[in-house]
């Protein structure tokens, strides 16, 4: 059974003062059982790596390119990434399939590249307000998890973040049902993808997670943890975040 994960997706934010929340947060969640991920941006990788080990708070990216090197001005390769440290790597957020137009084709071939390099890949997927009103939400994300998941992954090398974008930023969430339908619709593919392994893949939500609506969201079946933007750039916000999915 994998431990329960609190990943923070610090997006284009953060600068080196703000990697001080990592000292808070390993103080506070030192003997943590669950665990826990800080994704800050690429320029900060390193010093973060340096600052949170050896302690309870990994590393990660938050895009890589799925080559391994090569004639890719701007971009990273999931070995670099590797490189600094980092141990995961966030792919496929609505943020870059929308600005960037990742394909599900994209995000797998990401995916699989940030697998070799030995890096987690969190994969998100998630409907737009428009396909949850037309009734196309599960259909939207079943594609999208079809079409995004690398082969032969495991509970071990994929993790999922179900992101709905209407959520993302507004302060507004899916009714506890929703979320439950798109989860338990989740766990159902993913067992019939990868077998056995995909009953352990985690399945993280995010979308405006805060510590006041943690618990709830926690409490429901098929989720393993949370995906938190704005609630991920203080200690202050995240750490009880955390706790709630520790006791969750
Ligand atoms: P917020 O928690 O700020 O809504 O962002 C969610 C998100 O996009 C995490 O990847």
Same mark, same amino acid.
């Given at each position: 059974m994998q431990r329960k994960l609190a990943a923070g997706n610090w997006k284009m934010n953060g600068d080196v003062q703000a990697l001080s929340m990592l000292d808070t947060l390993a103080q506070a969640h030192n003997k943590a059982q669950t665990d826990i991920l800080i994704c800050p941006p690429a320029h900060l990788l390193s010093q973060a790596v340096a600052r949170a080990a050896p302690g309870p708070v990994n590393i990660g990216g938050?895009?890589?390119?799925?080559a391994a090197s090569g004639a890719h001005t701007g971009d990273i390769s999931a070995g670099m990434l590797r490189?600094?440290?980092?141990?995961? &790597?966030? /792919? $496929?957020? %609505?943020?870059?399939?929308?600005?960037y137009h990742e394909s599900d084709a994209d995000v797998r071939a990401k995916a699989t590249a940030a697998?070799?390099?030995?890096?987690?890949?969190? &994969?998100? /997927? $998630?409907? %737009?307000?428009?396909?949850?009103?037309?009734g196309e939400a599960l259909a939207v994300i079943r594609g999208q998890l079809q079409g995004s998941v690398p082969e032969n992954s495991t509970g071990d090398t994929l993790v999922i973040a179900y992101e709905p974008i209407w959520a993302i930023g507004t302060g507004k969430i899916p009714s506890m049902a929703q979320i439950a339908e798109v989860h338990a619709c989740?766990?159902?593919?993913?067992?019939?993808?990868?077998?056995?392994?995909?009953?352990s893949v985690r399945l993280l939500y995010g979308g405006s997670v805060k510590a006041?609506?943690?618990?709830?969201?926690?409490?429901?079946p098929h989720v393993d943890g949370a995906l938190v933007g704005g609630a991920s750039l203080t200690a202050e916000d995240f750490s009880p975040i955390i706790t709630a999915l520790a006791h969750s």
């Open positions: 938050q895009n890589c390119h799925h490189e600094t440290g980092a141990t995961a &790597v966030i /792919l $496929g957020h %609505s943020e870059r399939r929308e600005a697998q070799n390099a030995g890096l987690l890949p969190l &994969v998100c /997927l $998630g409907e %737009s307000l428009a396909e949850r009103d037309a989740l766990r159902n593919d993913l067992r019939e993808m990868l077998g056995d392994t995909g009953a006041s609506n943690a618990a709830e969201i926690f409490a429901l």
